[in-house]
């Protein structure tokens, strides 16, 4: 995979893809975390009056990535649609379209706090709703981080998580990441316009950025 | 003479005033059915000078109708009530039997419906009041009547959106009430011609300035040990002692300060230094709670206070009586604002005002000096009105069609003949009126967003949900989420930004409202809070800009350092300073106004450019990003940028191409435009400035009264708005108008204009340092700064590391 990350985590091998998601070949299944579709409908709802197009647009990045994996499965780590108010026609049917599109993938979200509001997505999905954990040894899926307890590794969303980097010359960037602990990891956020929380990775955590069209380890 | 006039002078003289020249003619001109402007500093008498004229017509007319008459503009709400007080006493005094109200944003609702009911004869308001009640159809009738409509504080609101509102809402009115005459009250400025146009009464309308002629005297607290004075910094704690000196000897005083945070941190300051004062030293500032300051301002007018530490919340109205001594700590920026605050003393027009500057770093002790020549020379800084900002004409639009329609053609001739419109395109205008009707292109298909209803041209608003949400949204005054400060046992203190709480955890101290405090728990948009001893460890921040260097001030600076170059050390502050420009001179060398002096210096962070135009801040920030930006095309780099108001500092971790790039047009104006417009898409400015465009434009709801959480999954950033918007609608001109007047009046593009035309004719002088100059060494300390990059995100990123979180160190213990 082109800018693909490979890295080994509990005897598996895992690859950091630059879309901001994560592909695990032995279960031919792409994992991503807060998608958030629908955010500005849901804005548009409250009367915001926004143009249109980041759902298509999130999808068709989505889309290139099964496509690109030959992924059978698609694991959805929570906030798959924003908010009730974002089920808007216009997100539903571009949503159905695009699942119609890979009619045979398999989809799990496991559901997160802002699903818990919008609600389960329409059955005509055909998307397989679970509450965390959802295990598939050695991993545990999740929507939020947990400590350092359980069996197995858990992987997670929910934080939008975005690293500070400084360098010589007072240079600062702020930037999106992965985040690998001992016990668990975070995902990125996979919504164009979720906006991400800066964190404060502790030592023995690996994290890793994008950075035009690559994924790169920071140290 | 005039019955009426008679019955107001003899008012006057019961007050023990004599009718002053301005005021006369300010009365006679109203009374001949005239427009205009008066100007003249604080404590003049403006208010009766342009109250009169209705009071004298008022009085003579036998048969006066129950109809409004006057409505009064204030850009103050906190100053509103003190002036209907005021106008109400002088209509009693002519037994005229007019009744003053207030209409403000305090307003209960019985009583506005009690004023469309049975209308007073004079409404004092504010901008957005005003326009909300243009927003009802019934004001159709309330205006009809109107005589006059006077806008305080003018030269307040001409620099402002809010300016822009009043300007569209004096337009509306004259189409009400087509004999209306306009009366502007302002400070003196620069370009009062402008000032005058702005209010749209026509080309018959005049100028008249007010008699009062006082002497300013501007000096400064002479720091004693000038080797140990800080050359950077903006605290200024050294000077404390004499600060406290200055307050004892005085019998009153103010202390301004030129941000909330600097006036928590001197009243703290004074208060721990001088326990016995404690009582007699009082703190206002804007975040404060109104019923704080205002018993902040009793005690001044009481003399319980001796002092106050403020900042420019005492700068406009307010009636007190002069003090005796006022203080302004670190530069005022501007020989308007030394004007305005200096006027604060001794109001006794047979004495002079006299302003003491207190420097925070050496070299405010130049701009004192060279403040003191300023206003010797009257060189005061212009207003610049604001051009045509679709965002508020959005707004209106909507105000206009809630308050019973308009014809498209009608209300296009209306707004251009505002001085903020008048040169408004005809595509702009359809563009407009489409994007509030329709939603705009990018919107049509969603018919949500049609917000006017349109019938042959006629445009109205039938939607009730869309009338409430407009009506609460009326105005341009952006504020950033805040939250009410409030003792765990229930008084309110006043408000901090939400930034600033949702950085601490309960325990945490801070000080506000000049008390130390510690955090209890957040709960539903109040920060609860109880006082505490030992030591603080935070002060909030407020954002909002910080105010530049002006160009009247700068040039004086430049005078005076050129005098400084060539030997001339002329007054106490110039002697005082005197060494650390010496020692500018010996490392490196001090710039005369026909000189660019660029600075090079290699330091453990990595290499420095420094240069020195003396332009003000702002235009120093689109400065820097242009030249960076200009250099950074020679070669792959990546500069971080600093400014301050005399320089910027570009540093780059290897070493720049500067003699190359200045062979090749580095300071060249051509093609200015098109370069900062490339350079402004590598920084963030034009994505903050979106947020308040947005906001006015009715693009992003605020929320009800007393509903923020319901909508909280639903607000968004300002920067995702802009995001949104540049992605999926890139020809919206709402973007334009943002990046538009981020170039002008963030980063002032006239001035980088004429300073690179300076640039470009001066003598560039190119020193390597083997150590900062004292000119050169606040921009190495200065935190804030941008980022411009030619290189790839990969590259700079290999040079980076992670800030990994250490354990929490144990606070010390007080």
């Not at chain 1, 009367?47 to 298509?56: A, E, I, V, Y």
């Not at chain 2, 048969?63 to 003190?82: C, F, I, S």
């Not at chain 2, 009636?319 to 670190?330: K, Y």
């Not at chain 2, 308009?406 to 994007?435: C, I, K, N, Q």
């Amino acid at each position: 995979m082109r800018g693909a990350f490979a890295l080994g985590v509990r005897g598996q091998e895992l690859l950091l893809l630059p879309g901001k998601a994560l592909w695990w070949p032995e279960q031919c299944a792409l994992v991503i975390a807060d998608p958030h579709l629908g955010k500005t409908a849901a804005l548009r709802a409250a009367r915001m009056p926004l143009p249109g197009g980041s759902t298509s647009e999130d999808l068709d990045r989505l889309s290139a990535m099964l496509d690109a994996t030959g992924a059978r499965r698609l694991i959805v780590l929570g906030d798959l649609l924003h908010a009730r108010e974002g089920r808007a026609v216009r997100t539903l049917e571009a949503v159905s379209r695009w699942r119609e599109r890979h009619h045979e993938l398999e989809i799990i979200l496991v559901r997160g706090n802002h699903d818990s509001r919008a609600g389960d997505p329409p059955v005509e999905w055909s998307i397989q709703c679970v509450d965390e954990p959802f295990a598939l040894a050695p991993f545990r899926f999740r929507h939020t981080p947990d400590g350092n307890g359980g069996d197995g590794y858990w992987i997670a969303g929910h934080v939008h998580p975005a690293v500070l980097l400084r360098g010589p010359a007072r240079l600062r960037e702020r930037l999106p990441c992965f985040l690998f602990g001992p016990a668990g990891a975070i995902l990125p956020s996979f919504g164009t316009l979720t906006g991400a929380a800066l964190v404060r990775p502790r030592e023995g955590e690996r994290i890793f950025v994008t950075a035009d069209g690559a994924v790169l380890e920071v140290r | 003479m005039r019955p009426g006039r008679i019955r107001l002078e003899n008012w006057f003289r019961s007050k023990g005033w004599e009718p002053l020249r301005h005021q006369r003619e300010t009365w006679e001109a109203y009374l001949a059915g005239e427009s205009g402007l008066l100007h003249s500093p604080t404590g003049s008498g403006k208010t009766m000078a342009v109250w009169g004229g209705p009071l004298i017509e008022a009085a003579e007319s036998r048969d006066e109708e129950r109809a409004l008459r006057v409505v009064w503009v204030t850009p103050l709400r906190a100053l509103a009530a003190d002036l209907a007080q005021g106008l109400q006493e002088a209509a009693d005094g002519t037994g005229c039997g007019w009744r003053v109200e207030l209409r403000t944003g305090d307003t209960p609702g019985s009583a506005r419906a009690r004023q469309m009911r049975s209308a007073p004869h004079a409404l004092v308001t504010t901008p957005e009041s005003l326009s909300l009640l243009l927003s009802y159809p019934e004001s159709r009738k309330l205006f009809s009547g109107l005589r006059l409509v006077a806008v305080d504080e003018w030269h307040e609101l001409l620099g402002s959106r809010r300016g822009v509102l009043t300007e569209l809402a004096l337009a509306r009115l004259r189409a009400l009430s087509p004999a209306l005459r306009t009366w502007g009250l302002s400070a003196t400025i620069g370009n009062l011609d402008e000032a005058l146009e702005a209010l749209g009464c026509g080309a018959a309308a005049r100028i008249i300035r007010g008699d009062l002629r006082r002497e300013i005297e501007v000096d400064a607290l002479i720091p004693g040990e000038m080797e140990r004075f800080p050359w950077a910094g903006h605290l200024g704690a050294r000077l404390l002692p004499q600060v406290l000196q200055a307050v004892e000897e005085a019998g009153s005083c103010l202390i301004f300060t030129n941000t909330r945070a600097q006036a928590e941190t001197w009243f703290r300051m004074m208060v721990e230094a001088r326990p016995d004062l404690a009582d007699r030293i009082g703190l206002h500032h804007g975040s404060l709670d109104r019923a704080g300051r205002e018993e902040v301002e009793r005690g001044l007018k009481e003399g319980r206070l001796k002092c106050v530490v403020c900042t420019s919340s005492l700068d406009l109205g307010v009636d007190f009586s002069p003090v005796e001594r006022v203080l302004q700590i670190g530069s005022p920026r501007g020989v308007a604002r030394l004007l305005q605050r200096a006027g604060r003393s001794g109001h006794d027009p047979a004495r002079s005002s006299r302003i003491t500057c207190v420097p925070t770093h050496a070299f405010e002790l130049v701009e004192t000096a060279a403040a003191r020549d300023a206003v010797s020379e009257g060189a005061i800084e212009p207003r610049r009105p604001v051009r045509r900002p679709l965002d508020v004409l959005a707004q209106h639009l909507v105000t206009a069609a809630l308050g019973g329609g308009f014809h498209a053609e009608e209300m296009y001739r209306e707004v251009r003949s505002t001085r903020a419109y008048r040169d408004l395109p005809r595509e702009d205008w359809e563009w407009t009126l489409d994007f509030v009707a329709r939603g705009g292109k990018a919107l049509r298909q969603y018919p949500e967003y049609r917000r006017l209803e349109e019938t042959d041209g006629f445009y109205t608003v039938t939607d009730r949900r869309i009338a409430k949400m407009h009506r609460l949204s009326v105005g341009t005054i952006v504020s950033d989420a805040e939250l009410v400060v409030r003792y765990a046992g229930g008084g309110k203190l006043g408000s901090v930004e939400e930034s600033f709480v949702s950085r601490m955890r309960p325990g945490d101290r801070f000080v506000f409202a000049g008390r130390l405090l510690e955090l209890v728990r957040v709960r539903d948009g109040e920060a609860l809070v109880r006082r505490t001893g030992g030591s603080a460890t935070a002060i909030p921040r407020w954002m909002g800009g910080r105010m530049p260097l002006s160009s009247e001030l700068a040039r004086a600076v430049r005078r005076r350092l050129e005098q400084a170059r060539d030997g001339l050390y002329e007054g106490p502050e110039m002697e005082a300073v005197r060494p650390v420009l010496e020692l500018q001179k010996s490392i490196s060398k001090i710039p005369g106004s026909g000189e660019l002096l660029i600075e090079r210096l290699r330091s453990r962070e990595g290499h420095h450019l420094f240069l020195y135009p003396f332009e003000g801040r702002l235009a120093h920030e689109g400065l820097a990003a242009l030249l960076a930006y200009r250099i950074s095309r020679l070669q792959s780099v990546t500069f971080t940028l600093a400014v301050n108001d005399y320089g910027i500092e570009m540093l780059s971790a290897c070493e720049a191409p500067l003699d190359r790039a200045l062979k090749e047009g580095l300071l060249t104006p051509e093609r200015l435009d098109e370069d900062i417009a490339a350079s402004l898409n590598c920084v963030e400015m034009a994505r903050r400035q979106f947020r308040e465009i947005a906001r006015v434009a009715g693009l992003v709801f605020q929320g009800y009264p007393g509903s923020p959480k319901k909508l909280k999954q639903l607000q968004a950033s300002s920067g995702l708005l802009y995001d949104v918007f540049a992605r999926y609608d890139p020809d919206n001109l709402l973007l334009r108008q943002a990046r538009e007047e981020v170039l002008d009046r963030q980063l002032e593009r006239e001035r980088m204009r004429q300073a690179l035309e300076r640039m470009e004719r001066s003598t560039v002088t190119v020193l390597d340092l083997d150590r900062p100059s004292p000119l050169g060494f606040p921009l190495m300390v200065e935190r804030l700064r941008e980022k411009l990059s030619s290189e790839k995100l990969e590259e700079r990123i290999r040079r980076m590391q992670v800030q990994f979180s250490t354990p929490r160190r144990r606070r010390k213990a007080a």
